[in-house]
Structure formats: C-alpha cells, structure tokens
C-alpha cells in the first residue's frame, strides 16, 4: 500500500507558474513509475506527465511538453510537477498516481492515488 498526498496548487494569473508536490508514504518508492493526472470541472480524467522509476525517462501529454517539467527524488519519496506559462485551460484538480509498471501514461495502469490539488489559473 502506497499514500500519496498532493500539495503546491493554488490560484495563479495565466502566464504564471507553480509546483506541485506529491510526497509517498511507504517502502519502495523506487519501484513505482509516478504520473500526473488533471480533471477539470465536467471532463473526464487526463494524463498530464509520467516518470520512470529512476528518472531516466519522462513522457507528457501534448498541451503541455514544453511548460512543464515532471521530476522525482526517490531520497526524499517525493515527486514534483514544475507547471509554467500556465493557461487558463490547464485550470483543474491535479491527481499523483503511482504505478508498479516501469513507466505508464493511462489511468488504468495506475494502483495508487492522491487526493488531488485544486490548479487554478486566471485570464
């Protein structure tokens, strides 16, 4: 069993940027892929940005390659979600998820999740 618990969202102006925390409680963390997930008011859920268990790899949904930036620091069992020129569009709740997989980009691969962290971004 793996907690994941998000923080760093907030309300920001578009063009602005945030990071977001998700930090995992339980043993080997190493051994789950970590992926960001976005739901925004009456659309479904949406992969936003995946890491493999070392780093090494990273995979992102199209709206956003290029503004954000997913990382991990398996020392601290902490992974993090680098969000810039943020766009009113990308205003949502924002999941953590953790997959035993080596790196995955949809829900379904998905064991664990957080609470989620409220994203929102004016015009």
């Known amino acids: 069993q793996v907690q994941l618990v998000e923080s760093g969202g907030g309300w920001v102006q578009a063009g602005g940027s945030l990071r977001l925390s998700c930090a995992a409680s339980g043993r080997t963390f190493s051994s789950y892929a970590m992926g960001w997930f976005r739901q925004a008011p009456g659309k479904e859920r949406e992969f936003v940005a995946a890491?493999?268990?070392?780093?090494?790899?990273?995979d992102y949904t199209d709206s956003v390659k290029g503004r954000f930036t997913i990382s991990r620091d398996n020392t601290k069992n902490t992974v993090f979600l680098q969000m810039n020129s943020l766009k009113p569009e990308d205003t949502a709740v924002y999941y953590c998820?953790?997959?035993?997989?080596?790196?995955?980009?949809?829900?379904?691969?998905?064991?664990?999740w957080g609470q989620g962290t409220q994203v929102t971004v004016s015009s």
């Open positions: 890491i493999s268990r070392s780093g090494s790899s990273t």
């Open positions: 998820a953790a997959s035993r997989l080596a790196i995955a980009t949809i829900g379904m691969k998905y064991d664990y």
